[in-house]
């Protein structure tokens, strides 16, 4: 699979090993989306919240520092999971230096080109492929901000009076979802076995994986981790792989590497996998909850009157980052902590 654009090298895939599991064309389909631009802000395909205000990134550096003082303040790294363009952590930065916090950055990032942004955004980061190349000689506070949603999801599909692992084929480079083989009953939670046909069940591996993986690294070094990403609390059904392209809802199975493909995330599922390890579980509670308990309120009244001008777009930003209808309530936090460490701020 080296020559040819991403849909010829899937097609020529499938055409000689039969459909695919979900998972693999999405991963295939992200691994080049990422790799080959940057999708951010208003000229690309979706903006995310530290893009539309640096209250966030400063919100979540405050929350960050306060725990790292009420935890004595020892040596921590600071981690990133899919950076994207570095906003977040360019704006943390500042608020926790405030706080007298001047962390060493690492970010987990698997894309090139925006590898390159993020170095502009934090020229002093170190980059990493995977969360098992991170420093684990110190605590770690670890923020994913719509990382889990681009991570690969597998898709369980009720069809007749059997479950089946949804497959993707392909045609003519047309992608096509198609019903793969039976899955046994016994693996489908027992509240949705009987549900009718066409019904869905998502599970995302891949995860649930990095999720134990940031959890036992919090067991053994200390620190915190603090996940914001839009999802649903489990075990439920539906179909929410969805596409996008500037800005609008696009096919999933057109054109695969050029747009942006995320499920919801299942938060009960990433909360159980994370517990197991031993953290302890806050939330997940609305974006807007969070944000507010945080302060977003009175630090959006200083922004304004440091620039009076900015007075309307910041009101702007400051509601589409919590009001229920925008980003308040689908989007969610949940943080995790190290059994000796203290609770993290915004949960209450
Ligand atoms: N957190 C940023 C960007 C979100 S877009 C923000 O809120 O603006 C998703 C980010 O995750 C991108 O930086 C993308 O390159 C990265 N990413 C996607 N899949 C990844 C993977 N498997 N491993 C590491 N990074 C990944």
Not at 21 to 28: G, R, T
Not at 137 to 153: S, Y
Not at 232 to 248: C, I, K, M, R
Not at 325 to 340: I, R, V
């Amino acid at each position: 699979m080296t020559d040819g654009s991403l849909p010829e090298r899937l097609s020529r895939a499938i055409t000689m090993a039969g459909p695919i599991p979900l998972s693999q064309y999405m991963a295939a389909a992200n691994a080049e989306y990422y790799a080959t631009r940057d999708p951010l802000g208003s000229a690309g395909d979706f903006t995310t919240a530290p893009e539309i205000s640096q209250m966030f990134g400063e919100l979540i550096g405050l929350w960050a520092a306060d725990l790292w003082q009420r935890a004595g303040e020892p040596d921590i790294c600071w981690v990133e999971l899919g950076p994207g363009r570095g906003t977040l952590t360019a704006d943390a930065l500042r608020a926790m230096a405030r706080a007298g916090l001047e962390p060493p950055v690492h970010f987990v990032e698997t894309s090139p080109t925006l590898r390159a942004r993020q170095k502009a955004a934090v020229p002093g980061a170190s980059w990493h492929d995977d969360v098992a190349q991170l420093p684990d000689d110190r605590p770690l506070i670890v923020v994913a901000n719509e990382f889990f949603d681009a991570l690969p999801i597998r898709q369980l599909v009720r069809a007749g009076d059997a479950w089946r692992e949804r497959l993707v084929a392909c045609q003519d480079l047309m992608f096509l979802p198609i019903a793969g083989k039976d899955i046994p009953a016994s693996v489908i939670p027992e509240s949705l076995r009987d549900a009718g046909p066409g019904s869905v069940i998502e599970t995302s591996p891949a995860s649930v994986a990095i999720g134990r993986a940031i959890a036992q690294r919090l067991v053994a070094q200390g620190g915190a981790a603090l996940v914001v990403d839009y999802g649903y609390e489990g075990p439920a059904l539906g179909d929410t792989l969805q596409a996008v392209s500037g800005h609008q809802f696009a096919n999933p199975y057109e054109e695969p590497g050029s747009r942006d493909l995320t499920a919801h995330v299942d938060f009960a599922t990433l909360a159980a996998a994370a517990g197991i390890e031993g953290v302890r579980v806050e939330g997940p509670v609305g974006q807007g909850a969070f944000l507010t308990a945080l302060g977003i309120g009175p630090r959006a009244v200083s922004l304004a009157r440091a620039s009076p001008d900015r007075t309307e777009s910041i009101e702007a930003d400051r509601a589409r980052l919590i009001d229920d209808d925008q980003m308040g309530s689908l989007f969610k936090a949940m943080a995790w902590t190290a059994p000796e460490w203290p609770t993290p701020a915004g949960f209450l």
